[in-house]
Every structure is written in structure tokens, then in C-alpha cells.
């Protein structure tokens, strides 16, 4: 599985249990081929016609890494793969991936609410593993404007049911960037400017909230929760921007002055997939001591790995980097999303060794640290 050989401890430590602190549910029904390559795929559409999402990153790295957990030869051809993966089930192939990551604890955002994903229970029972919850703010807002009938009840009724939720929960997620970027107003807004918005919500409560006053309004009301819960709050950075033609605004350095008005109410915030802005995210992580970063998705998704994982330990204090698949959909996605950081950090750790940099004792310490001492800390597992 590594790509370097590493002193015993060192191994150890790389291969021992892993703290998924970021993952989503996967499909529990077997897939067509169209089904498949559409939750393999990046941008969630088909390929263009005559091609296939096999040939990408992640399509090779399934058919060499996942195949043989799937009892194939590695490099299998798609249509084979997918074949074993119907003769055996959804429900073997989730098992065996997932608990093939070799995660400890999985800590999963339920928001898609979709009865054909595992929810975070069924995942930690596929991966042999504890699971926890995390709660998705804008998923929360929903719920609230679709049985909200005036502007108060509204405003009421949010800080009570992210309160409700919050206490069995082990941290906050936010998808801001996702829908309106995160060049915003730090500030809180003023009250009377969230009413009138409230009741513009309230006219088309159906949708996804972009009105730039409701998402700050919905962003300081987590962060009063998660003061008074003691949770972080995750914000989804890098990938999943809010369009291809705008990838600045996924930017994490973005986040700079909200994240220092965060600072004094002692709110860990916790830098997602922050890729390809993650020198980004690390120099924040290294400059607020509330900041900290995830070094997932980039993983499973690109051929980067290793540069990904040498530009983060370059700048990032180590205390402050967390390991995630992204998992989503696929168990292939959280199967990889471990794998592949494994070997990325054992590269880097390498490479670090030979040089006589570190010794084998501060390479152990930070493989324990990234993998799962420092999100056991920030989620207080």
C-alpha cells in the first residue's frame, strides 16, 4: 500500500485507525454504469458522448485500488469492475470498502437526506466503525422557512431547531461558498434588514437560501450554537465553488476577516477541501489559532496527492491538519480518500526521513496527529 519503506513505527502509525472527520453517506442500491460514473464524477454529469469518467484520476485509481478489495486483478477493465460489483451487492461492496479504509470513526453530513444513502449510522455498522453526525446550516434553514409562517417564527424557529440539532451533533457545516461565494460581509446583519429578507424567504421557501443577508445571519446564528456547544463550525472551500467561471470564491483566504471577528469567541473553524487554495488554508491555520485545515478530497479526486500533502506540511502547523475522504456517494470515494492520503503522507514523511529532517519519532507523532489525534481534539471525540 505505501509507496516508500518507512521504520516500523512510522508504518505503524501511518496504517492505524484513521478520524474520517468529514465524509457524506453512500448509495445502499446497486448502480447502473450511468448511475456510477454520474457519483464518480466531479462535476456530477455524464461524460460527453463517446468518452467515460473512467478516464479521469479517480476512474484509473478505482480500477487500480478498489478492484482488488473486490477480489479483481488491479487495472480491471470498467465493465468488469462494474460486474463484480453488481454479482456481489451493494451491500458487501459497501462493506468491504468502507471497512477497508481502515477508519475508526466517521463523521458524516446526513444533509442530502435521501433514503437511498447509508445514513451515519449504517456507516459506521458497514465500516466497523463509531459514527457521528454533522449538521448541515443551510439544511437546517430549509427545513425552518418550509413550515415557518411569519418573519418571527422564522428567526425563532432557526436558532431553536440549530440549538435542537446541535446537541447531538459533533460539529457545524456550512456550504456558503457553494451558494454565494465567500466574498461577504463579515459583520452580523442588522435585524431589521434579516426580517425584510425573512419575509422575501418566506414568499419561495422551497429553494436553497442565497439571499446574502439570511446566509449571514443563518452563519452568525451556527457560531452562537457552536460557541455555546463548544463544536467547531466546517466551511466548504476549494472544490465545490460557487461556479467553474468564479473559483475565487472558494478561496479560503476569503474567509480572513470573518474568520478573525469568529476569533475571540473561541470557535474552532475548520477549513474544508480546500484544494487547489490549500497554501491558502494552511497559512490561516498557521496564523489564527482557531483556523485549522483539512487535507482531504484533493486525494481521490487528482494524481496531486503527494505535492498536495509536501505544500501543506510546508506551512501548516501540524496540530492543525485534519484527514477526510469526502466521501460521497461511492464507498470507492471514502476507500480512496484514505488510501491515497496514506500514501501521499508516507511520501512526504519519506522523503523527509531520508533527508534527516525529521527522525522516525516526529514522523510517527504528526502521522497519529493528521490521522486522528487532532480531529479526536477539535470534535472532542
Keep these: 500500500m505505501l509507496p516508500v519503506d518507512l521504520p516500523g513505527t512510522v508504518r505503524d502509525a501511518l496504517l492505524a485507525p484513521l478520524v474520517d472527520h468529514h465524509c457524506h453517506g453512500v448509495r445502499r442500491d446497486d448502480l447502473s454504469r450511468g448511475q456510477f460514473e454520474l457519483l464518480m464524477g466531479a462535476g456530477a454529469a455524464p461524460a460527453p458522448p463517446g468518452t467515460t469518467h473512467f478516464d479521469t484520476p479517480v476512474g484509473t485509481a478505482v480500477r487500480r485500488w478498489c478492484a482488488p478489495v473486490l477480489d479483481l486483478d488491479p487495472h480491471a477493465p470498467p465493465a468488469v469492475y462494474l460486474a463484480r460489483r453488481d454479482e456481489l451487492g451493494a451491500t458487501e461492496v459497501n462493506r468491504r470498502l468502507l471497512g477497508a479504509a481502515g477508519v475508526v470513526a466517521f463523521l458524516v453530513d446526513t444533509a442530502a437526506d435521501d433514503i437511498d444513502m447509508l445514513t451515519a449510522t449504517e456507516m459506521g455498522r458497514h465500516g466497523g466503525a463509531a459514527a457521528d453526525e454533522l449538521v448541515r446550516v443551510e439544511r437546517v434553514e430549509q427545513d425552518v422557512a418550509v413550515t415557518a409562517q411569519i418573519a418571527v417564527d422564522y428567526l425563532d424557529g432557526l436558532g431553536e431547531e440549530l440549538t435542537l440539532r446541535a446537541a447531538r451533533a459533533v460539529g457545524l ?38 439571499d446574502p443577508v439570511l446566509l449571514r445571519h443563518l452563519l452568525w446564528c451556527a457560531i452562537d450554537v457552536a460557541r455555546e456547544r463548544g463544536l467547531p463550525v ?73 505535492r498536495v500533502m509536501d ?9 492543525k491538519l485534519l484527514f477526510s475522504s469526502g466521501c460521497h456517494g461511492l464507498a470507492e470515494s471514502g476507500y480512496l480518500g484514505a488510501l491515497r492520503y496514506r500514501r501521499a503522507l508516507a511520501a512526504a514523511l519519506g522523503s523527509r526521513l531520508a533527508d534527516g529532517e525529521w527522525s522516525p519519532a516526529d514522523a510517527a507523532r504528526v502521522a497519529h496527529m493528521i490521522g486522528s489525534a487532532n480531529a479526536r481534539r477539535v470534535y472532542r471525540l
Design 173 to 210: 457545516k456550512t456550504v456558503i461558498a457553494a451558494l454565494y461565494g465567500l466574498d461577504f460581509d463579515p459583520a452580523r446583519p442588522a435585524r431589521g434588514a434579516v426580517i425584510a429578507a425573512a419575509n422575501r424567504r418566506l414568499d419561495d421557501p422551497k429553494g436553497a437560501v442565497t
Design 234 to 306: 466546517q466551511f466548504h472551500t476549494g472544490f465545490g465553488g460557487r461556479s467553474p467561471a468564479e473559483p475565487h470564491r472558494a478561496d479560503p483566504a476569503r474567509l480572513g476577516a470573518f474568520v478573525q471577528q469568529v476569533q475571540p469567541l473561541g470557535v474552532p473553524v475548520v477549513l474544508l477541501h480546500s484544494y487547489p487554495f490549500h497554501r491558502q488554508a494552511a497559512h490561516l491555520a498557521g496564523a489564527l489559532p482557531h483556523v485549522y485545515a483539512d487535507v482531504g478530497l484533493a486525494f481521490p479526486h487528482t494524481a496531486a496527492g503527494a
Design 311 to 319: 505544500e501543506l506540511l510546508e506551512l501548516a502547523p501540524y496540530h
